[in-house]
T-cell receptor, first 109, second 115 residues
Framework: EDQVTQSPEALRLQEGESSSLNCSYT??????LFWYRQDPGKGPEFLFT???AGEEKEKERLKATLTKKESFLHITAPKPEDSATYLC??????????FGAGTILRVKS | DTGVSQDPRHKITKRGQNVTFRCDPI?????LYWYRQTLGQGPEFLTY????????KSRLLSDRFSAERPKGSFSTLEIQRTEQGDSAMYLC?????????????FGPGTRLLVL
């Protein structure tokens, strides 16, 4: 069965304290791996798509990387406004997204 | 705003009532997806359309759920005889597939509470 696991479930950081979120997956036929940000009560906001192992994407303080079994979302010098739930999803054959449960990030000033 | 829109944003209903949600995708996006999200979990796939054709339905989608996308534009999701277990955020996403690549953009969601 296709499965996506995110860790940690929750992460508390001080402003400026860099860290990484993990997304491991077991799927048959990966078409792409997606990272979304979700604020409370809102829909997921698209961040990155990764298609092949070794690929990296960057946006402001965020950098996503992909291997054959997992992806990392690196957060460099986070700010309080980076506080949100970060969702990882894989697109498999059939087009739907299979999501992990998310990592809740809190950045304190 | 040219993003995905959903209506209503919130719905409170009593058990046994029928409810209908609407999703307006990004214009020119030919694919439209419905997901359901409960507290502390990621979204779960319900169904998707390519243009007006419903191409896949999840096992989660019981007979009480029906979705339509007439004319390949907006979509509606109806839940008949609601149950307390239907309480969740219902999310709509749209996409346009180009050269085997596709990104789904989500709307703000409709939060349903069944009393």
């Amino acid at each position: 069965e296709d499965q996506v696991t995110q860790s940690p479930e929750a992460l508390r950081l001080q402003e400026g304290e860099s860290s990484s979120l993990n997304c491991s997956y077991t799927v048959s036929g990966l078409r792409g791996l997606f990272w979304y940000r979700q604020d409370p009560g809102k829909g997921p906001e698209f961040l990155f798509t990764l298609y092949s192992a070794g690929e990296e994407k960057e946006k402001e303080r965020l950098k996503a990387t992909l291997t054959k079994k997992e992806s990392f979302l690196h957060i460099t010098a986070p700010k309080p406004e980076d506080s949100a739930t970060y969702l990882c999803a894989v697109q498999i054959y059939g087009n739907k997204l299979v999501f992990g449960a998310g990592t809740i990030l809190r950045v304190k000033s | 705003d040219t993003g995905v829109s959903q209506d209503p944003r919130h719905k409170i209903t009593k058990r046994g009532q029928n409810v209908t949600f609407r999703c307006d995708p990004i214009s020119e996006h030919n694919r439209l997806y419905w997901y359901r999200q409960t507290l502390g979990q990621g979204p779960e796939f319900l169904t998707y359309f390519q243009n007006e054709a419903q191409l896949e339905k999840s096992r989660l989608l019981s007979d009480r759920f029906s979705a339509e996308r007439p004319k390949g534009s907006f979509s509606t999701l109806e839940i008949q005889r609601t149950e307390q277990g239907d309480s969740a955020m219902y999310l709509c996403a749209s996409s346009l597939r180009i050269a085997d690549q596709e990104t789904q953009y989500f709307g703000p969601g409709t939060r349903l509470l069944v009393l």
